[in-house]
């Protein structure tokens, strides 16, 4: 057995180094410049990488779960640190194919392998406290651009974008090495006549079938289409809309990773006691309110405000979502289904940047855009009441009785 307030310490330390990706909108503009390229073609290196964070997760999650927290937390170190030097040399080359297979395709790899990775462990830690410990677990993917993005842009004007990226890949892969090293399973204890099934609930294909999975994931999907897509030009949107400087945009989003972060482990642990359904119902009402109202606005403090509420209730979305799963069907194969919800993030990580590109090209602003999305979490909402209405909790584990021995005297 682990200490498993230690656990959480090594959850969160792979998460802040993978979640460093939430801090891209930092760099997009000197990548514009550094690079030659258009917003359009930068913006698609994020959407590339959360694509492939998606997809590895979904096809990688049952192989996650044969290996082990500690061999899949060290694949993720390995394909994580790979993408961030790799970059290093795509940006040094000019060469935005390198960059699209360096931070996209290998670095979302390991996104994907390291999310899911310490997920299904703390939960086992936390028995009684499920969003609770998915806000853990989760936290540190949030709050990693509160460090990220300030860091990213000091190192980036000092040292150039090149060294940016070998100093924080380099940094990132001694945190996610250590961290995976720790994480290991608890060990159930029960009496020696007893046979222990680890969990009780379904299987991830089993779970697919659901209406219940398909509901989740739809709701996944946009609530992460919109808030990736404020996220992926958070800082040339603040610039634009409000005229903030540039040093300014960057520290709002380091504020949004703090709150990003932070917004996890509230919304989490408050769905502790009002259940995920209702939680995730409060999250679409207040997206509805403020996506709207963000769209008219151009006064600098209510644009912030209103885009911290969105990333809180973003934010939540994901911590809620692994305790919402094994409510629905048990943490028998937590990180298998975890893995196949996360595929949405894949889906939205084209879908929410590529609308925000597509939307201010062809209007010139972002309003058109924000009250799409402000519709979108109408019909959020109404799935979400018909979740609370209609869906059923599962157990967590059950205790079998050992099948009777079979010897020489009862052959």
Same mark, same amino acid.
Request: proline share 4%; aromatic share 12%.
């Given at each position: ?66 290996? $082990? ?17 790799? =970059?290093?040399?795509?940006? /040094? ?11 996209? !395709? ?8 390291? /999310? ?12 009684? +406290? ?51 090293? /720790? ?16 969990? +009780?609930?379904? =299987?991830?294909?089993?779970? %697919? ?33 409000? $005229? ?8 709002? %989003? ?88 996360? =595929? ?13 590109? %597509?939307?201010?090209?062809? =209007? ?11 519709? !979108? ?33 009862? !052959?």
């Amino acid at each position: 057995m682990r200490n498993r307030w230690l656990i959480a310490l090594s959850a969160i330390g792979l998460h802040i180094s993978i979640g460093s990706v939430y801090a891209w909108s930092v760099l997009t503009k000197p990548m514009m410049m550094e690079m030659g390229a258009t917003l359009k073609e930068v913006t698609w290196v994020f959407s590339i990488a959360i694509l492939f964070l998606g997809l590895s997760a979904g096809f990688l999650g049952s192989f996650v779960e044969k290996i $082990g927290p500690r061999k899949s937390g060290l694949l993720a170190t390995c394909f994580f640190g790979a993408g961030m030097l790799g =970059t290093a040399l795509a940006i /040094y080359l000019h060469s935005l194919p390198l960059l699209y297979l360096f931070y996209g !395709c290998i670095g979302g790899v390991g996104l994907g392998v390291g /999310y899911i990775t310490p997920v299904s462990t703390l939960v086992k830690y936390f028995p009684g +406290h499920r969003g609770f410990a998915t806000g853990l677990a989760i936290m540190g993917f949030g709050f990693a651009a509160l460090l990220a993005g300030p860091l990213m842009q000091h190192l980036s004007a000092v040292y150039g974008l090149v060294n940016n990226f070998i100093i924080m890949g380099l940094s990132y892969m001694v945190v996610m090495a250590a961290s995976s090293l /720790y994480l290991k399973p608890p060990v159930l204890e029960v009496p020696k006549h007893q046979i222990s099934q680890r969990q +009780h609930g379904l =299987t991830a294909p089993e779970a %697919v079938k659901t209406w219940q999975f398909g509901a989740l994931w739809w709701i996944f999907f946009v609530n992460i289409t919109c808030g990736i897509g404020l996220l992926a030009v958070a800082s040339p949107m603040a610039q634009e809309v409000v $005229g903030m400087e540039a040093s300014e945009a960057a520290s709002m %989003v380091g504020i949004i990773g703090l709150l990003n972060g932070a917004g996890r482990i509230f919304w989490s642990s408050i769905s502790d006691f009002l259940g995920r359904a209702v939680t995730y119902a409060l999250f679409f009402a207040i997206e509805i309110l403020a996506f709207g109202l963000l769209a008219q606005t151009n006064e600098a403090l209510m644009f912030q405000a209103l885009v911290f509420l969105i990333i809180t209730c973003y934010g939540g979305g994901f911590s809620c979502m692994p305790a919402y799963l094994s409510d629905l069907f048990g943490t028998r194969q937590l990180s298998a289904i975890h893995g196949r919800i996360l =595929t949405a993030w894949g889906m939205a990580g084209l879908a929410g940047p590529t609308l925000i590109a %597509v939307f201010r090209e062809s =209007t010139s602003g972002y309003g058109a855009t924000l009250y799409f999305f402000a519709g !979108c979490f109408v019909l959020n909402l109404l799935i979400a009441l018909l979740l609370k209405a209609r869906g059923q909790s599962g157990e967590d584990f059950v205790i079998l009785p050992a099948p009777p021995r079979v010897g020489k005297n009862n !052959c």
